[in-house]
């Protein structure tokens, strides 16, 4: 069992900036990809970042350029850098990890919601 805890978010002014952390229980970078989504009101959840167990990201074409996913073996630690901020990336923000492996297997975080004022 691996359990993912989120922290970082609030309320922030358009252009502001946030950074996101998620602490996962043990170290599970090397067969885990990590992904950071967000899920607005109304909406379906929502792919915003990932790394894989290689190291390779990826991001949504909405926040490409101005969102960095980034991680701490040390730490245990994987980490959204959130610049430029705007109104429409308000949304409740979840880390998950996902088993490179088995697909199936996959854990989340319970979400820290991430408010940008216009």
């Known amino acids: 069992q691996v359990q993912l805890v989120e922290s970082g978010g609030g309320l922030v002014q358009a252009g502001g900036s946030l950074r996101l952390s998620c602490a996962a229980s043990?170290?599970?970078?090397?067969?885990?990809?990590m992904g950071w989504y967000r899920q607005a009101p109304g909406k379906q959840r929502e792919l915003v970042a990932l790394?894989?167990?290689?190291?390779?990201?990826n991001y949504a074409d909405s926040v490409n350029g101005r969102f960095a996913i980034s991680r701490a073996s040390a730490k245990n630690t994987v980490y959204l850098q959130m610049n430029t901020l705007k109104p429409e990336d308000t949304a409740v923000y979840y880390c998950?990890?996902?088993?490179?492996?088995?697909?199936?297997?996959?854990?989340w975080g319970q979400g820290t919601q991430v408010t940008v004022s216009s």
């Open positions: 043990g170290s599970i970078f090397n067969t885990f990809t």
């Open positions: 998950n990890a996902r088993n490179i492996h088995l697909q199936s297997l996959q854990y």
């Open positions: 790394i894989t167990s290689g190291g390779i990201t």
